[in-house]
């Protein structure tokens, strides 16, 4: 049976604090005396029988933020919405009922990337929506689960997650066939799991790009050639059960904050050295934390609310510079 509905995706005075070169570690970072991320609330409330169940956030230059919603837990259509710094919310592309829109980026020029997973092979794989324009599949993807989405630093690269295959494609964003750039064990789902997902997120940072994956509960790095072709791969951390997508603190940082879904339901904080801790739980209103992103100090947390009684929303805290700064030694 095929998976239809999956739990699926500036502080330049620190950058040389927090970034160092990753290294694989299953340790977990010990107790500290501050939270690493403070006053969390509700920015934005969702009607999950409407089919908002968020999975994936941008975060755009005007400090808008784009969402992709799943629809198929609600059985309604997905949609893509932007919310603007003050919460108004726009619908950007609305999709057919018992498809999915997973993942989303943004290109330099403001078109907006996003993947659709579909039974319709007319629909499944990347989608492209130009400024000013209409919605297009930029590629076809196989049968799968087309998840993650991100773009590379000179805009010409999407990197697109399968689930299901455990594979990431490449993308060209001026067009033609997507190829298969990395496939392999480390991106496989454990086909022992009652939910059958493998690599997830896909962020494209400092020249790497960075992918989770759910089942195996592992942050990996991998290097992109001059080629354009994948390096070895880096396990950056374990021993992070569930995890879905996760962003940076900045562009210059290693420092990840990731997203566990359920049933862990927990953010936890990955620092540069692979140490891990938890930093946000249900005791902060966490309801199926599907990823996070980063805006200046703060972090937003989108919530699909897969489980009664569905609080899907979008949270909003301050990210505590001190106390990462002073995160617990590896042991």
Same mark, same amino acid.
């Given at each position: 049976m095929r998976i239809r509905f999956a739990h699926a995706a500036a502080v330049p005075a620190l950058a040389a604090v927090l970034v160092s070169t990753p290294s694989a570690s299953a340790a977990t970072g010990g107790d500290r005396t501050q939270p690493v991320i403070t006053r969390v609330k509700t920015a934005?409330?969702?009607?999950?029988?409407?089919?908002?169940?968020?999975?994936?956030? *941008?975060?755009?230059?005007? %400090?808008? $933020?784009?969402?992709?919603?799943? #629809?198929?837990?609600?059985?309604?259509?997905?949609?893509?919405?932007?919310?603007?710094?003050?919460?108004?919310? *726009?619908?950007?592309?609305? %999709?057919? $009922?018992?498809?999915?829109?997973? #993942?989303?980026?943004?290109?330099?020029?403001?078109?907006?990337?996003?993947?659709?997973?579909?039974?319709?092979?007319s629909r499944n794989g990347t989608w492209k929506l130009p400024p000013h324009g209409r919605p297009q599949r930029l590629a076809v993807l196989p049968d799968g689960l087309p998840n993650g989405l991100a773009i590379d630093q000179a805009g010409r690269t999407l990197y697109a997650a399968d689930s299901l295959n455990g594979t990431v494609w490449a993308v060209p964003v001026s067009g033609g066939a997507a190829r298969i750039w990395l496939t392999g064990p480390e991106l496989a789902p454990d086909p022992n799991a009652s939910l059958k997902l493998g690599v997830n997120g896909v962020r494209f940072h400092q020249g790497g790009v960075w992918v989770s994956n759910f089942n195996q509960g592992t942050l990996l790095r991998i290097p992109v050639t001059a080629h354009e072709t994948p390096g070895p791969i880096c396990t950056v951390a374990d021993n992070l059960p569930d995890l879905d997508d996760f962003s940076f603190l900045n562009n210059r940082s290693d420092t990840v904050f990731a997203a566990q879904n359920d049933p862990t339901d927990r953010v936890s904080v990955v620092h540069p050295n692979g140490t891990h801790e938890s930093a946000l739980t249900v005791d902060d209103g966490l309801a199926s934390p599907t990823t996070t992103a980063v805006r200046g100090n703060q972090l937003f947390i989108a919530n699909a609310g897969f489980n009664t009684p569905h609080d899907a929303k979008l949270q909003r805290g301050t990210i505590n510079l001190d106390a990462l700064t002073t995160h617990p030694r590896h042991h």
């Open positions: 934005t409330a969702f009607d999950f029988a409407s089919g908002d169940s968020p999975e994936n956030i *941008t975060v755009n230059p005007d %400090g808008s $933020l784009t969402l992709s919603m799943l #629809g198929v837990p609600a059985n309604k259509p997905p949609k893509l919405v932007r919310i603007t710094a003050s919460g108004q919310r *726009t619908t950007l592309v609305g %999709g057919h $009922l018992g498809d999915q829109i997973t #993942g989303n980026t943004r290109g330099n020029d403001g078109t907006v990337y996003y993947n659709v997973d579909s039974d319709d092979a």
